[in-house]
């Protein structure tokens, strides 16, 4: 006989889950929300037991009407909290905050394996009493709404050429949309990370990317582009496909895609990508080069096709040491050797500019040469 007992079924089900911080805020647990209701106290036997002395005995439960996950206060000393706010009873979604008095959780959903008319329901669970750091993100129960609504714009830097100064192409910057949501890409990637466990990174990056293609093929004056994607896109067969696709639609546009150089710690992946990229046109370029680890094995191994050398290096370069000058003319020329265009970010000043076109850099961006701008703009 198999492990599953006669008459059981499986089958994909979704299920809510409460998520806390543990271990100093270092380590997520999530606690699934089943069955219902699902009550939360102190007491032994419940669905969910805290020890922390600041939850009621019977605190609060968690439970369905008309379809909805709802959630009441049970009488609590201290009271139930749904996004800072004090509740009653109210409908739940996906990103909450939820606050059993200084206890703090995030409710989420996924989809799981469930085991048919055999399976055992969860065991209650119990959490430790020290009160739960209250650092959840802000913004992850809008993050949602944001990914849903594709409220992304983008705005375009442009690449020059050195010595002369030309055009050589803009890189595509994401900004968001969302009245309640930070605009720079970054802050948004970080909020996205707290649901990370459902792609919500990649999703983000990938949006991003696809609103950049479809503003710039419009654009018959672009001469090439530079688009990012985040390291937990690689390996994506969609990836690819999406970026294939749009090359094909529009082969005037000299696409390249850029990485962090932190996934750089992922070579076989990457060296991958690079194969189908350059056997299609597309380049790539490795991105904030010497932010961490200047990966010098890995240049040589799977060189890209253009290396951007991050602004720390470039700032204020005029009047840096000459070791700092000397470090840099030694990573141009290496970068030279591997037939890989180097690229000076951040350069701010004509000084900076001067400096970098006598260290030997083919292309530069920042601010001296043209800030970020609407495609309407440029």
Request: hydrophobic residues 40%; aromatic residues 6%.
């Given at each position: 006989?198999?492990d599953?007992a006669?008459?059981e079924?499986?089958?994909?089900?979704s299920?809510?889950?409460l998520?806390?911080?543990?271990?100093g805020?270092?380590?997520?647990?999530?606690?699934?929300v089943?069955?219902?209701?699902?009550?939360?106290?102190?007491?032994?036997?419940?669905?969910?037991?805290l020890?922390?002395?600041?939850v009621?005995k019977?605190?609060?439960e968690?439970?369905v009407?008309?379809?909805?996950?709802?959630?009441?206060?049970?009488?609590s000393?201290?009271?139930?909290?749904?996004?800072c706010?004090?509740?009653?009873?109210?409908?739940l979604?996906?990103?909450?905050?939820?606050?059993?008095?200084?206890v703090?959780?995030?409710?989420?959903?996924?989809e799981?394996?469930?085991?048919?008319?055999?399976s055992?329901?969860?065991?209650?669970?119990?959490?430790?009493?020290?009160?739960?750091?209250q650092?959840?993100i802000?913004?992850?129960?809008e993050?949602?709404d944001?990914l849903?609504?594709?409220q992304?714009?983008?705005?375009?830097?442009p690449?020059?050429?050195?010595?002369s100064?030309?055009?050589?192409?803009?890189?595509?910057?994401?900004?968001?949309?969302?009245?309640?949501l930070?605009?720079?890409?970054?802050e948004?990637?970080?909020?996205?990370?707290?649901?990370?466990?459902d792609?919500?990174?990649?999703?983000?990056?990938?949006?991003?990317?696809?609103k950049?293609?479809?503003?710039?093929?419009?654009?018959?004056h672009?001469?090439?582009?530079?688009?990012?994607?985040h390291?937990?896109?690689?390996?994506?067969?969609?990836?690819?496909?999406?970026?294939?696709?749009?090359?094909q639609q529009?082969?005037?546009?000299?696409?390249?895609?850029?990485?962090?150089?932190?996934?750089?710690?992922?070579?076989?992946?990457?060296?991958?990508l690079?194969?189908q990229?350059?056997?299609?046109?597309?380049g790539?370029?490795?991105?904030?080069?010497?932010?961490?680890?200047?990966r010098l094995?890995e240049?040589?191994?799977v060189?890209?096709?253009?290396?951007?050398?991050?602004?720390?290096?470039?700032?204020?370069?005029?009047?840096?040491?000459?070791?700092?000058q000397?470090?840099?003319?030694?990573?141009?020329?290496?970068?030279?050797?591997?037939?890989?265009?180097?690229?000076?970010?951040?350069?701010e000043?004509?000084?900076?500019?001067?400096?970098?076109?006598?260290?030997?850099?083919?292309?530069?961006?920042?601010?001296?040469?043209?800030?970020?701008r609407?495609?309407?703009?440029?």
């Amino acid at each position: 006989m198999s492990d599953q007992a006669a008459g059981e079924e499986t089958g994909r089900v979704s299920r809510w889950y409460l998520e806390s911080l543990v271990e100093g805020g270092r380590q997520l647990r999530r606690t699934t929300v089943y069955p219902l209701p699902y009550r939360v106290g102190r007491l032994r036997g419940l669905s969910l037991s805290l020890t922390a002395e600041s939850v009621s005995k019977e605190h609060a439960e968690l439970f369905v009407k008309d379809g909805t996950l709802r959630v009441r206060d049970l009488g609590s000393k201290n009271g139930t909290f749904v996004n800072c706010e004090r509740i009653t009873e109210t409908p739940l979604r996906e990103g909450d905050i939820l606050h059993v008095a200084q206890v703090e959780f995030r409710l989420g959903r996924q989809e799981i394996e469930e085991v048919g008319t055999g399976s055992r329901e969860p065991p209650t669970q119990a959490l430790g009493s020290s009160p739960l750091p209250q650092n959840f993100i802000d913004g992850v129960r809008e993050l949602p709404d944001l990914l849903r609504e594709r409220q992304v714009t983008t705005v375009f830097q442009p690449l020059v050429s050195l010595p002369s100064g030309a055009l050589a192409g803009y890189e595509a910057l994401g900004r968001g949309l969302h009245p309640n949501l930070p605009e720079a890409p970054l802050e948004l990637l970080q909020i996205a990370s707290v649901v990370g466990a459902d792609g919500a990174e990649a999703e983000l990056s990938a949006l991003f990317r696809e609103k950049a293609l479809e503003l710039a093929r419009t654009r018959p004056h672009i001469p090439a582009l530079f688009v990012n994607i985040h390291h937990r896109e690689l390996g994506h067969s969609d990836l690819v496909d999406f970026v294939l696709e749009v090359h094909q639609q529009v082969p005037q546009l000299r696409l390249t895609l850029e990485i962090q150089e932190g996934a750089l710690a992922d070579l076989e992946t990457v060296d991958r990508l690079r194969t189908q990229l350059t056997r299609s046109g597309v380049g790539l370029a490795y991105d904030d080069f010497g932010a961490g680890q200047a990966r010098l094995l890995e240049l040589a191994e799977v060189p890209p096709h253009y290396l951007k050398f991050d602004m720390g290096f470039i700032r204020d370069i005029d009047s840096a040491p000459l070791s700092r000058q000397r470090l840099l003319t030694s990573l141009v020329s290496v970068a030279r050797d591997l037939l890989v265009y180097t690229v000076a970010e951040g350069v701010e000043t004509a000084e900076e500019a001067d400096v970098c076109m006598r260290l030997g850099f083919t292309h530069a961006q920042g601010f001296f040469f043209g800030k970020p701008r609407p495609i309407t703009q440029i």
